[in-house]
């Protein structure tokens, strides 16, 4: 079905759903037909609860709870629910679905691979994306394709109400509100959830608490037991981790103040302006679908003065008045921590992006604090642009509980307590896209734990999804856990522009992928296909070599393919397109420019190929050798005491991680690739042979 009648069809059915806002466009792409969902509030002891076709006193059953409606819980809730099974989503309150806390933007450096990865498996955060745009820009063009992606803004007030619709209107899917103070278990397994004095029953419960276990809020020496702004904490279940024996740390996170539009002197703000062009964020549309014409956002920078204020206040600083005990993020860090840390830099870059398009607020990026809101105030009106700026909000500091990922399975579940899952910022990462990318694998393999399936493995040589889960479940962190391109060895096969290749097949395997995203990627692979045939089949020959000349590259002895000459760094498709017309040969009209956004796609993924076949065909080799060790399984609760010839220090740390494969223990940090070679032969010498692992 092309994306224009799927918008028409789903526009059509809105009006069935009176609890459901009013908003354009399809918001899932799933084709089964939605039923009206069960609201709850938190239900009294007696009371009769319906929800999920499922009517008890007291108890209600379901196959999967999720804890919480942040980006990891939306993707989650909503990966349990499309892949058939009864699913509950248990938040503080519903308003709160998909509320954007911190910044307004989705995508940038690295972000941006896992906004589309999420997006190729079935996920919602790039559809809900390309309907609450209001700015959006390509990043990373200075550098390879590896490197670059889109970094989107979104209306803070419309990106959740539309997040709220779908949750609404998905299929199996029950919204809760209420406060969840413990996960139940019998027999070493999950078997529900304590909500208030009712007991929810499930298979499998996926937590994605964020910043609220013992939420604590820092503004100078002001302190306030709270999530973030409007939202208080949660402590019952820090106590329930706790008594489980999760190793519970302190993280910090922040934000930064709001000012008012109307006060910033744009004179004095260079503009960056939207490129319409550079999205869709999913790969379910040809197009964006923003409300009204996009945004622009603006640049300054920081001053001597600014620098000198921050200095003399120093102590004011929630963080280094010794207020907050929390780890802070290394890649993302507070204007104080840049003054201090990098002292000899004159200046430090602003952005000013506007939150929603009729607000007045506007986000200050590069400016997170938890200095006192009077001299927050003072350092904003050092900024150029910015004398007279009035400030809406000030910015704060945020620590909360975060239990350590080494203590997690490569499918995201505790090795303390089977059936439960742990998903975004609670392990130790910051940002929504890292959140969304755990939230849609816990929700995956906890809808597969509740059916008794084999859980899904995401490699990190397939996905920047991959990356980071191993990363994560592996290495552990030591900081709030930020994605980077360079933390991907094979970046260079897992492009933003291919996550469709990559992970819909993936998607479409455990059921989350409609068919109308599914043939929508075979449409687009068979032209792929096709293009990259034609120039294959095509030869360029010595009597074309005037033509050649004329473009600047070098003749040929014998016949050369057309695709063996896009490989030359001189010749674009474009120029092989002008050379194939000049000199009559024949090309297939998928190669041809014009031919709209997803023509525009399949032409890039052929020039890419091109241009860049021996190194994809290296890296290809490099994961392939990666892929035969993570295909040699490791017996669970193997004792390498009793492995002799391990050095002490592997012993300790394969003992403490128990990596489920080969793979995974290479990349334990201080395991010897003697003691790797050791464990192999161990594995063989036993009758241990390398099994292929589920995809």
Known sequence: ????????????????????????????????????????????????????????????????????????????????????????????????????PCNCSIGGPAKGHMAREVDALGGQMGVTTDYALTHIRRVGTGKGPAVQTVRAHVCKSLYPRLMQQVMAQQPNLTMIAGVVLRVLESNGRVVGVQLGETTISAKAVVLTTGTFLNGLCHEGRNKTHAARQGDAPSVDLST?????????????????????????????????????????VSF??????????????????????????????????????GEIEGIGPRYCPSIEDKIVRFAD?????????????????????????????????????TVSGLADVEMLRPGYAVEYDMADPLQLTPHLMSKLLPGLFLAGQLNGTSGYEEAAGQGIVAGINAARFASDEEPVDFHRNESFIGVMVDDLVTKGVEDPYRMLTARAEHRLLLRHDNADARLTPLGRSVGLVSDARWERLLSKQEAIARGR????????????????????????????SLFDLLKRPELSLDAIVGIANRCDLPIHEVLLSGRGALGEQVREQIALSG????????????????????????PASFDYTTLGGLSYESREKLGRVQPATVGQASRIPGVRPADVALLIGHLKASGRRPTSVLR
């Open 1 to 100: 079905m092309p994306p224009e009648a799927l918008e028409q069809r789903v526009v059509g059915r809105l009006s069935a759903f009176p609890t459901i806002i009013t908003a354009p466009g399809p918001f899932s792409d799933d084709d089964r037909r939605p039923t009206q969902p069960t609201i709850l509030n938190q239900p009294r002891r007696g009371d009769r609860t319906h929800a999920g076709g499922v009517t008890i006193r007291g108890v209600t059953e379901f196959d999967v709870v999720v804890v919480g409606a942040g980006h990891a819980g939306i993707e989650a809730a909503l990966a349990s629910a499309r892949m058939g099974l009864r699913t509950a989503c248990i938040t503080m309150r519903l308003d709160r679905v998909g509320h954007l």
């Open 240 to 280: 329930f981790l706790r008594d489980l024996g999760v190793n519970l740390r302190r993280f910090k996170t922040g934000t930064t103040p709001r000012i008012r539009l109307s006060s910033i002197d744009f004179s004095k703000t260079p503009a960056l302006d939207s490129e319409p062009e550079a999205g869709p």
């Open 284 to 321: 379910l549309h040809d197009r964006t679908f923003p409300e009204r014409p996009l945004l622009p956002c603006w640049q300054t920078r920081t001053s001597a003065e600014t620098h000198e204020l921050i200095q003399a206040n120093l102590h004011e600083s929630a963080m280094y008045a």
């Open 345 to 381: 830099k004159e200046s430090h870059p602003i952005f000013l992006e506007q939150e929603e398009w009729d607000s007045e607020s506007v986000y200050v990026q590069g400016v997170s604090t938890s200095l006192p809101a009077e001299i927050q105030i003072k350092l904003l009106r």
């Open 533 to 560: 045939a034609s120039l294959e089949g095509t030869y360029a020959l010595p009597i074309h070599n005037d033509v050649l000349g004329e473009y600047d590259t070098s003749p040929v002895d014998g016949r050369v």
């Open 611 to 634: 241009m860049y076949d021996g190194y994809i065909q290296r890296q290809e080799r490099l994961a392939g050798q990666h892929r035969r060790l993570d295909a040699m399984r490791i």
